[in-house]
């Protein structure tokens, strides 16, 4: 009953405004050269790649009031450095000759998207863990 109370709330909270409003998108390369060829995928690799793309979303509360908390520009920059030791992940998979996924590695960045909503975590989050 409290879940669909919920439920019913956040529809409410939701219907009066913009669920997510985007500010920026773009894609963050790389900092420096990667290299480029092509990976091919384990079989573990090629069974979890064919259950489909499981996006990721990351949620941060700042811990001051400092702007610095959320500054975009720092985070590219250390997502770009990142990205260099893993840049398996900012490629994209493709079907070689035999028609198998590999990881063509391109250098082509990953999807990087700035957003606001005043919904809150546990607006999404399941009320039943946040019972006493």
Known sequence: MRARRKANSLAAKMAGEEEVRVIESSFVMPASDTPRKALRL???????????LTPVVRFYRPRTTDDAFFDVIRLKTALGKALVAF????????ADADGRLEIDCNNKGVL?????????????????????
């Not at 840049?87 to 493709?94: F, G, K, Q, S």
């Open 112 to 132: 990087f998207v700035v957003a606001h909503s005043r919904l809150t975590n546990y607006d999404f989050s399941d009320s039943r863990h946040h019972q006493g």
């Open 87 to 94: 840049y398996p992940m900012a490629d994209r998979l493709r």
């Open 42 to 52: 384990s079989p573990l690799e090629l069974m979890l790649a064919n259950r489909g």
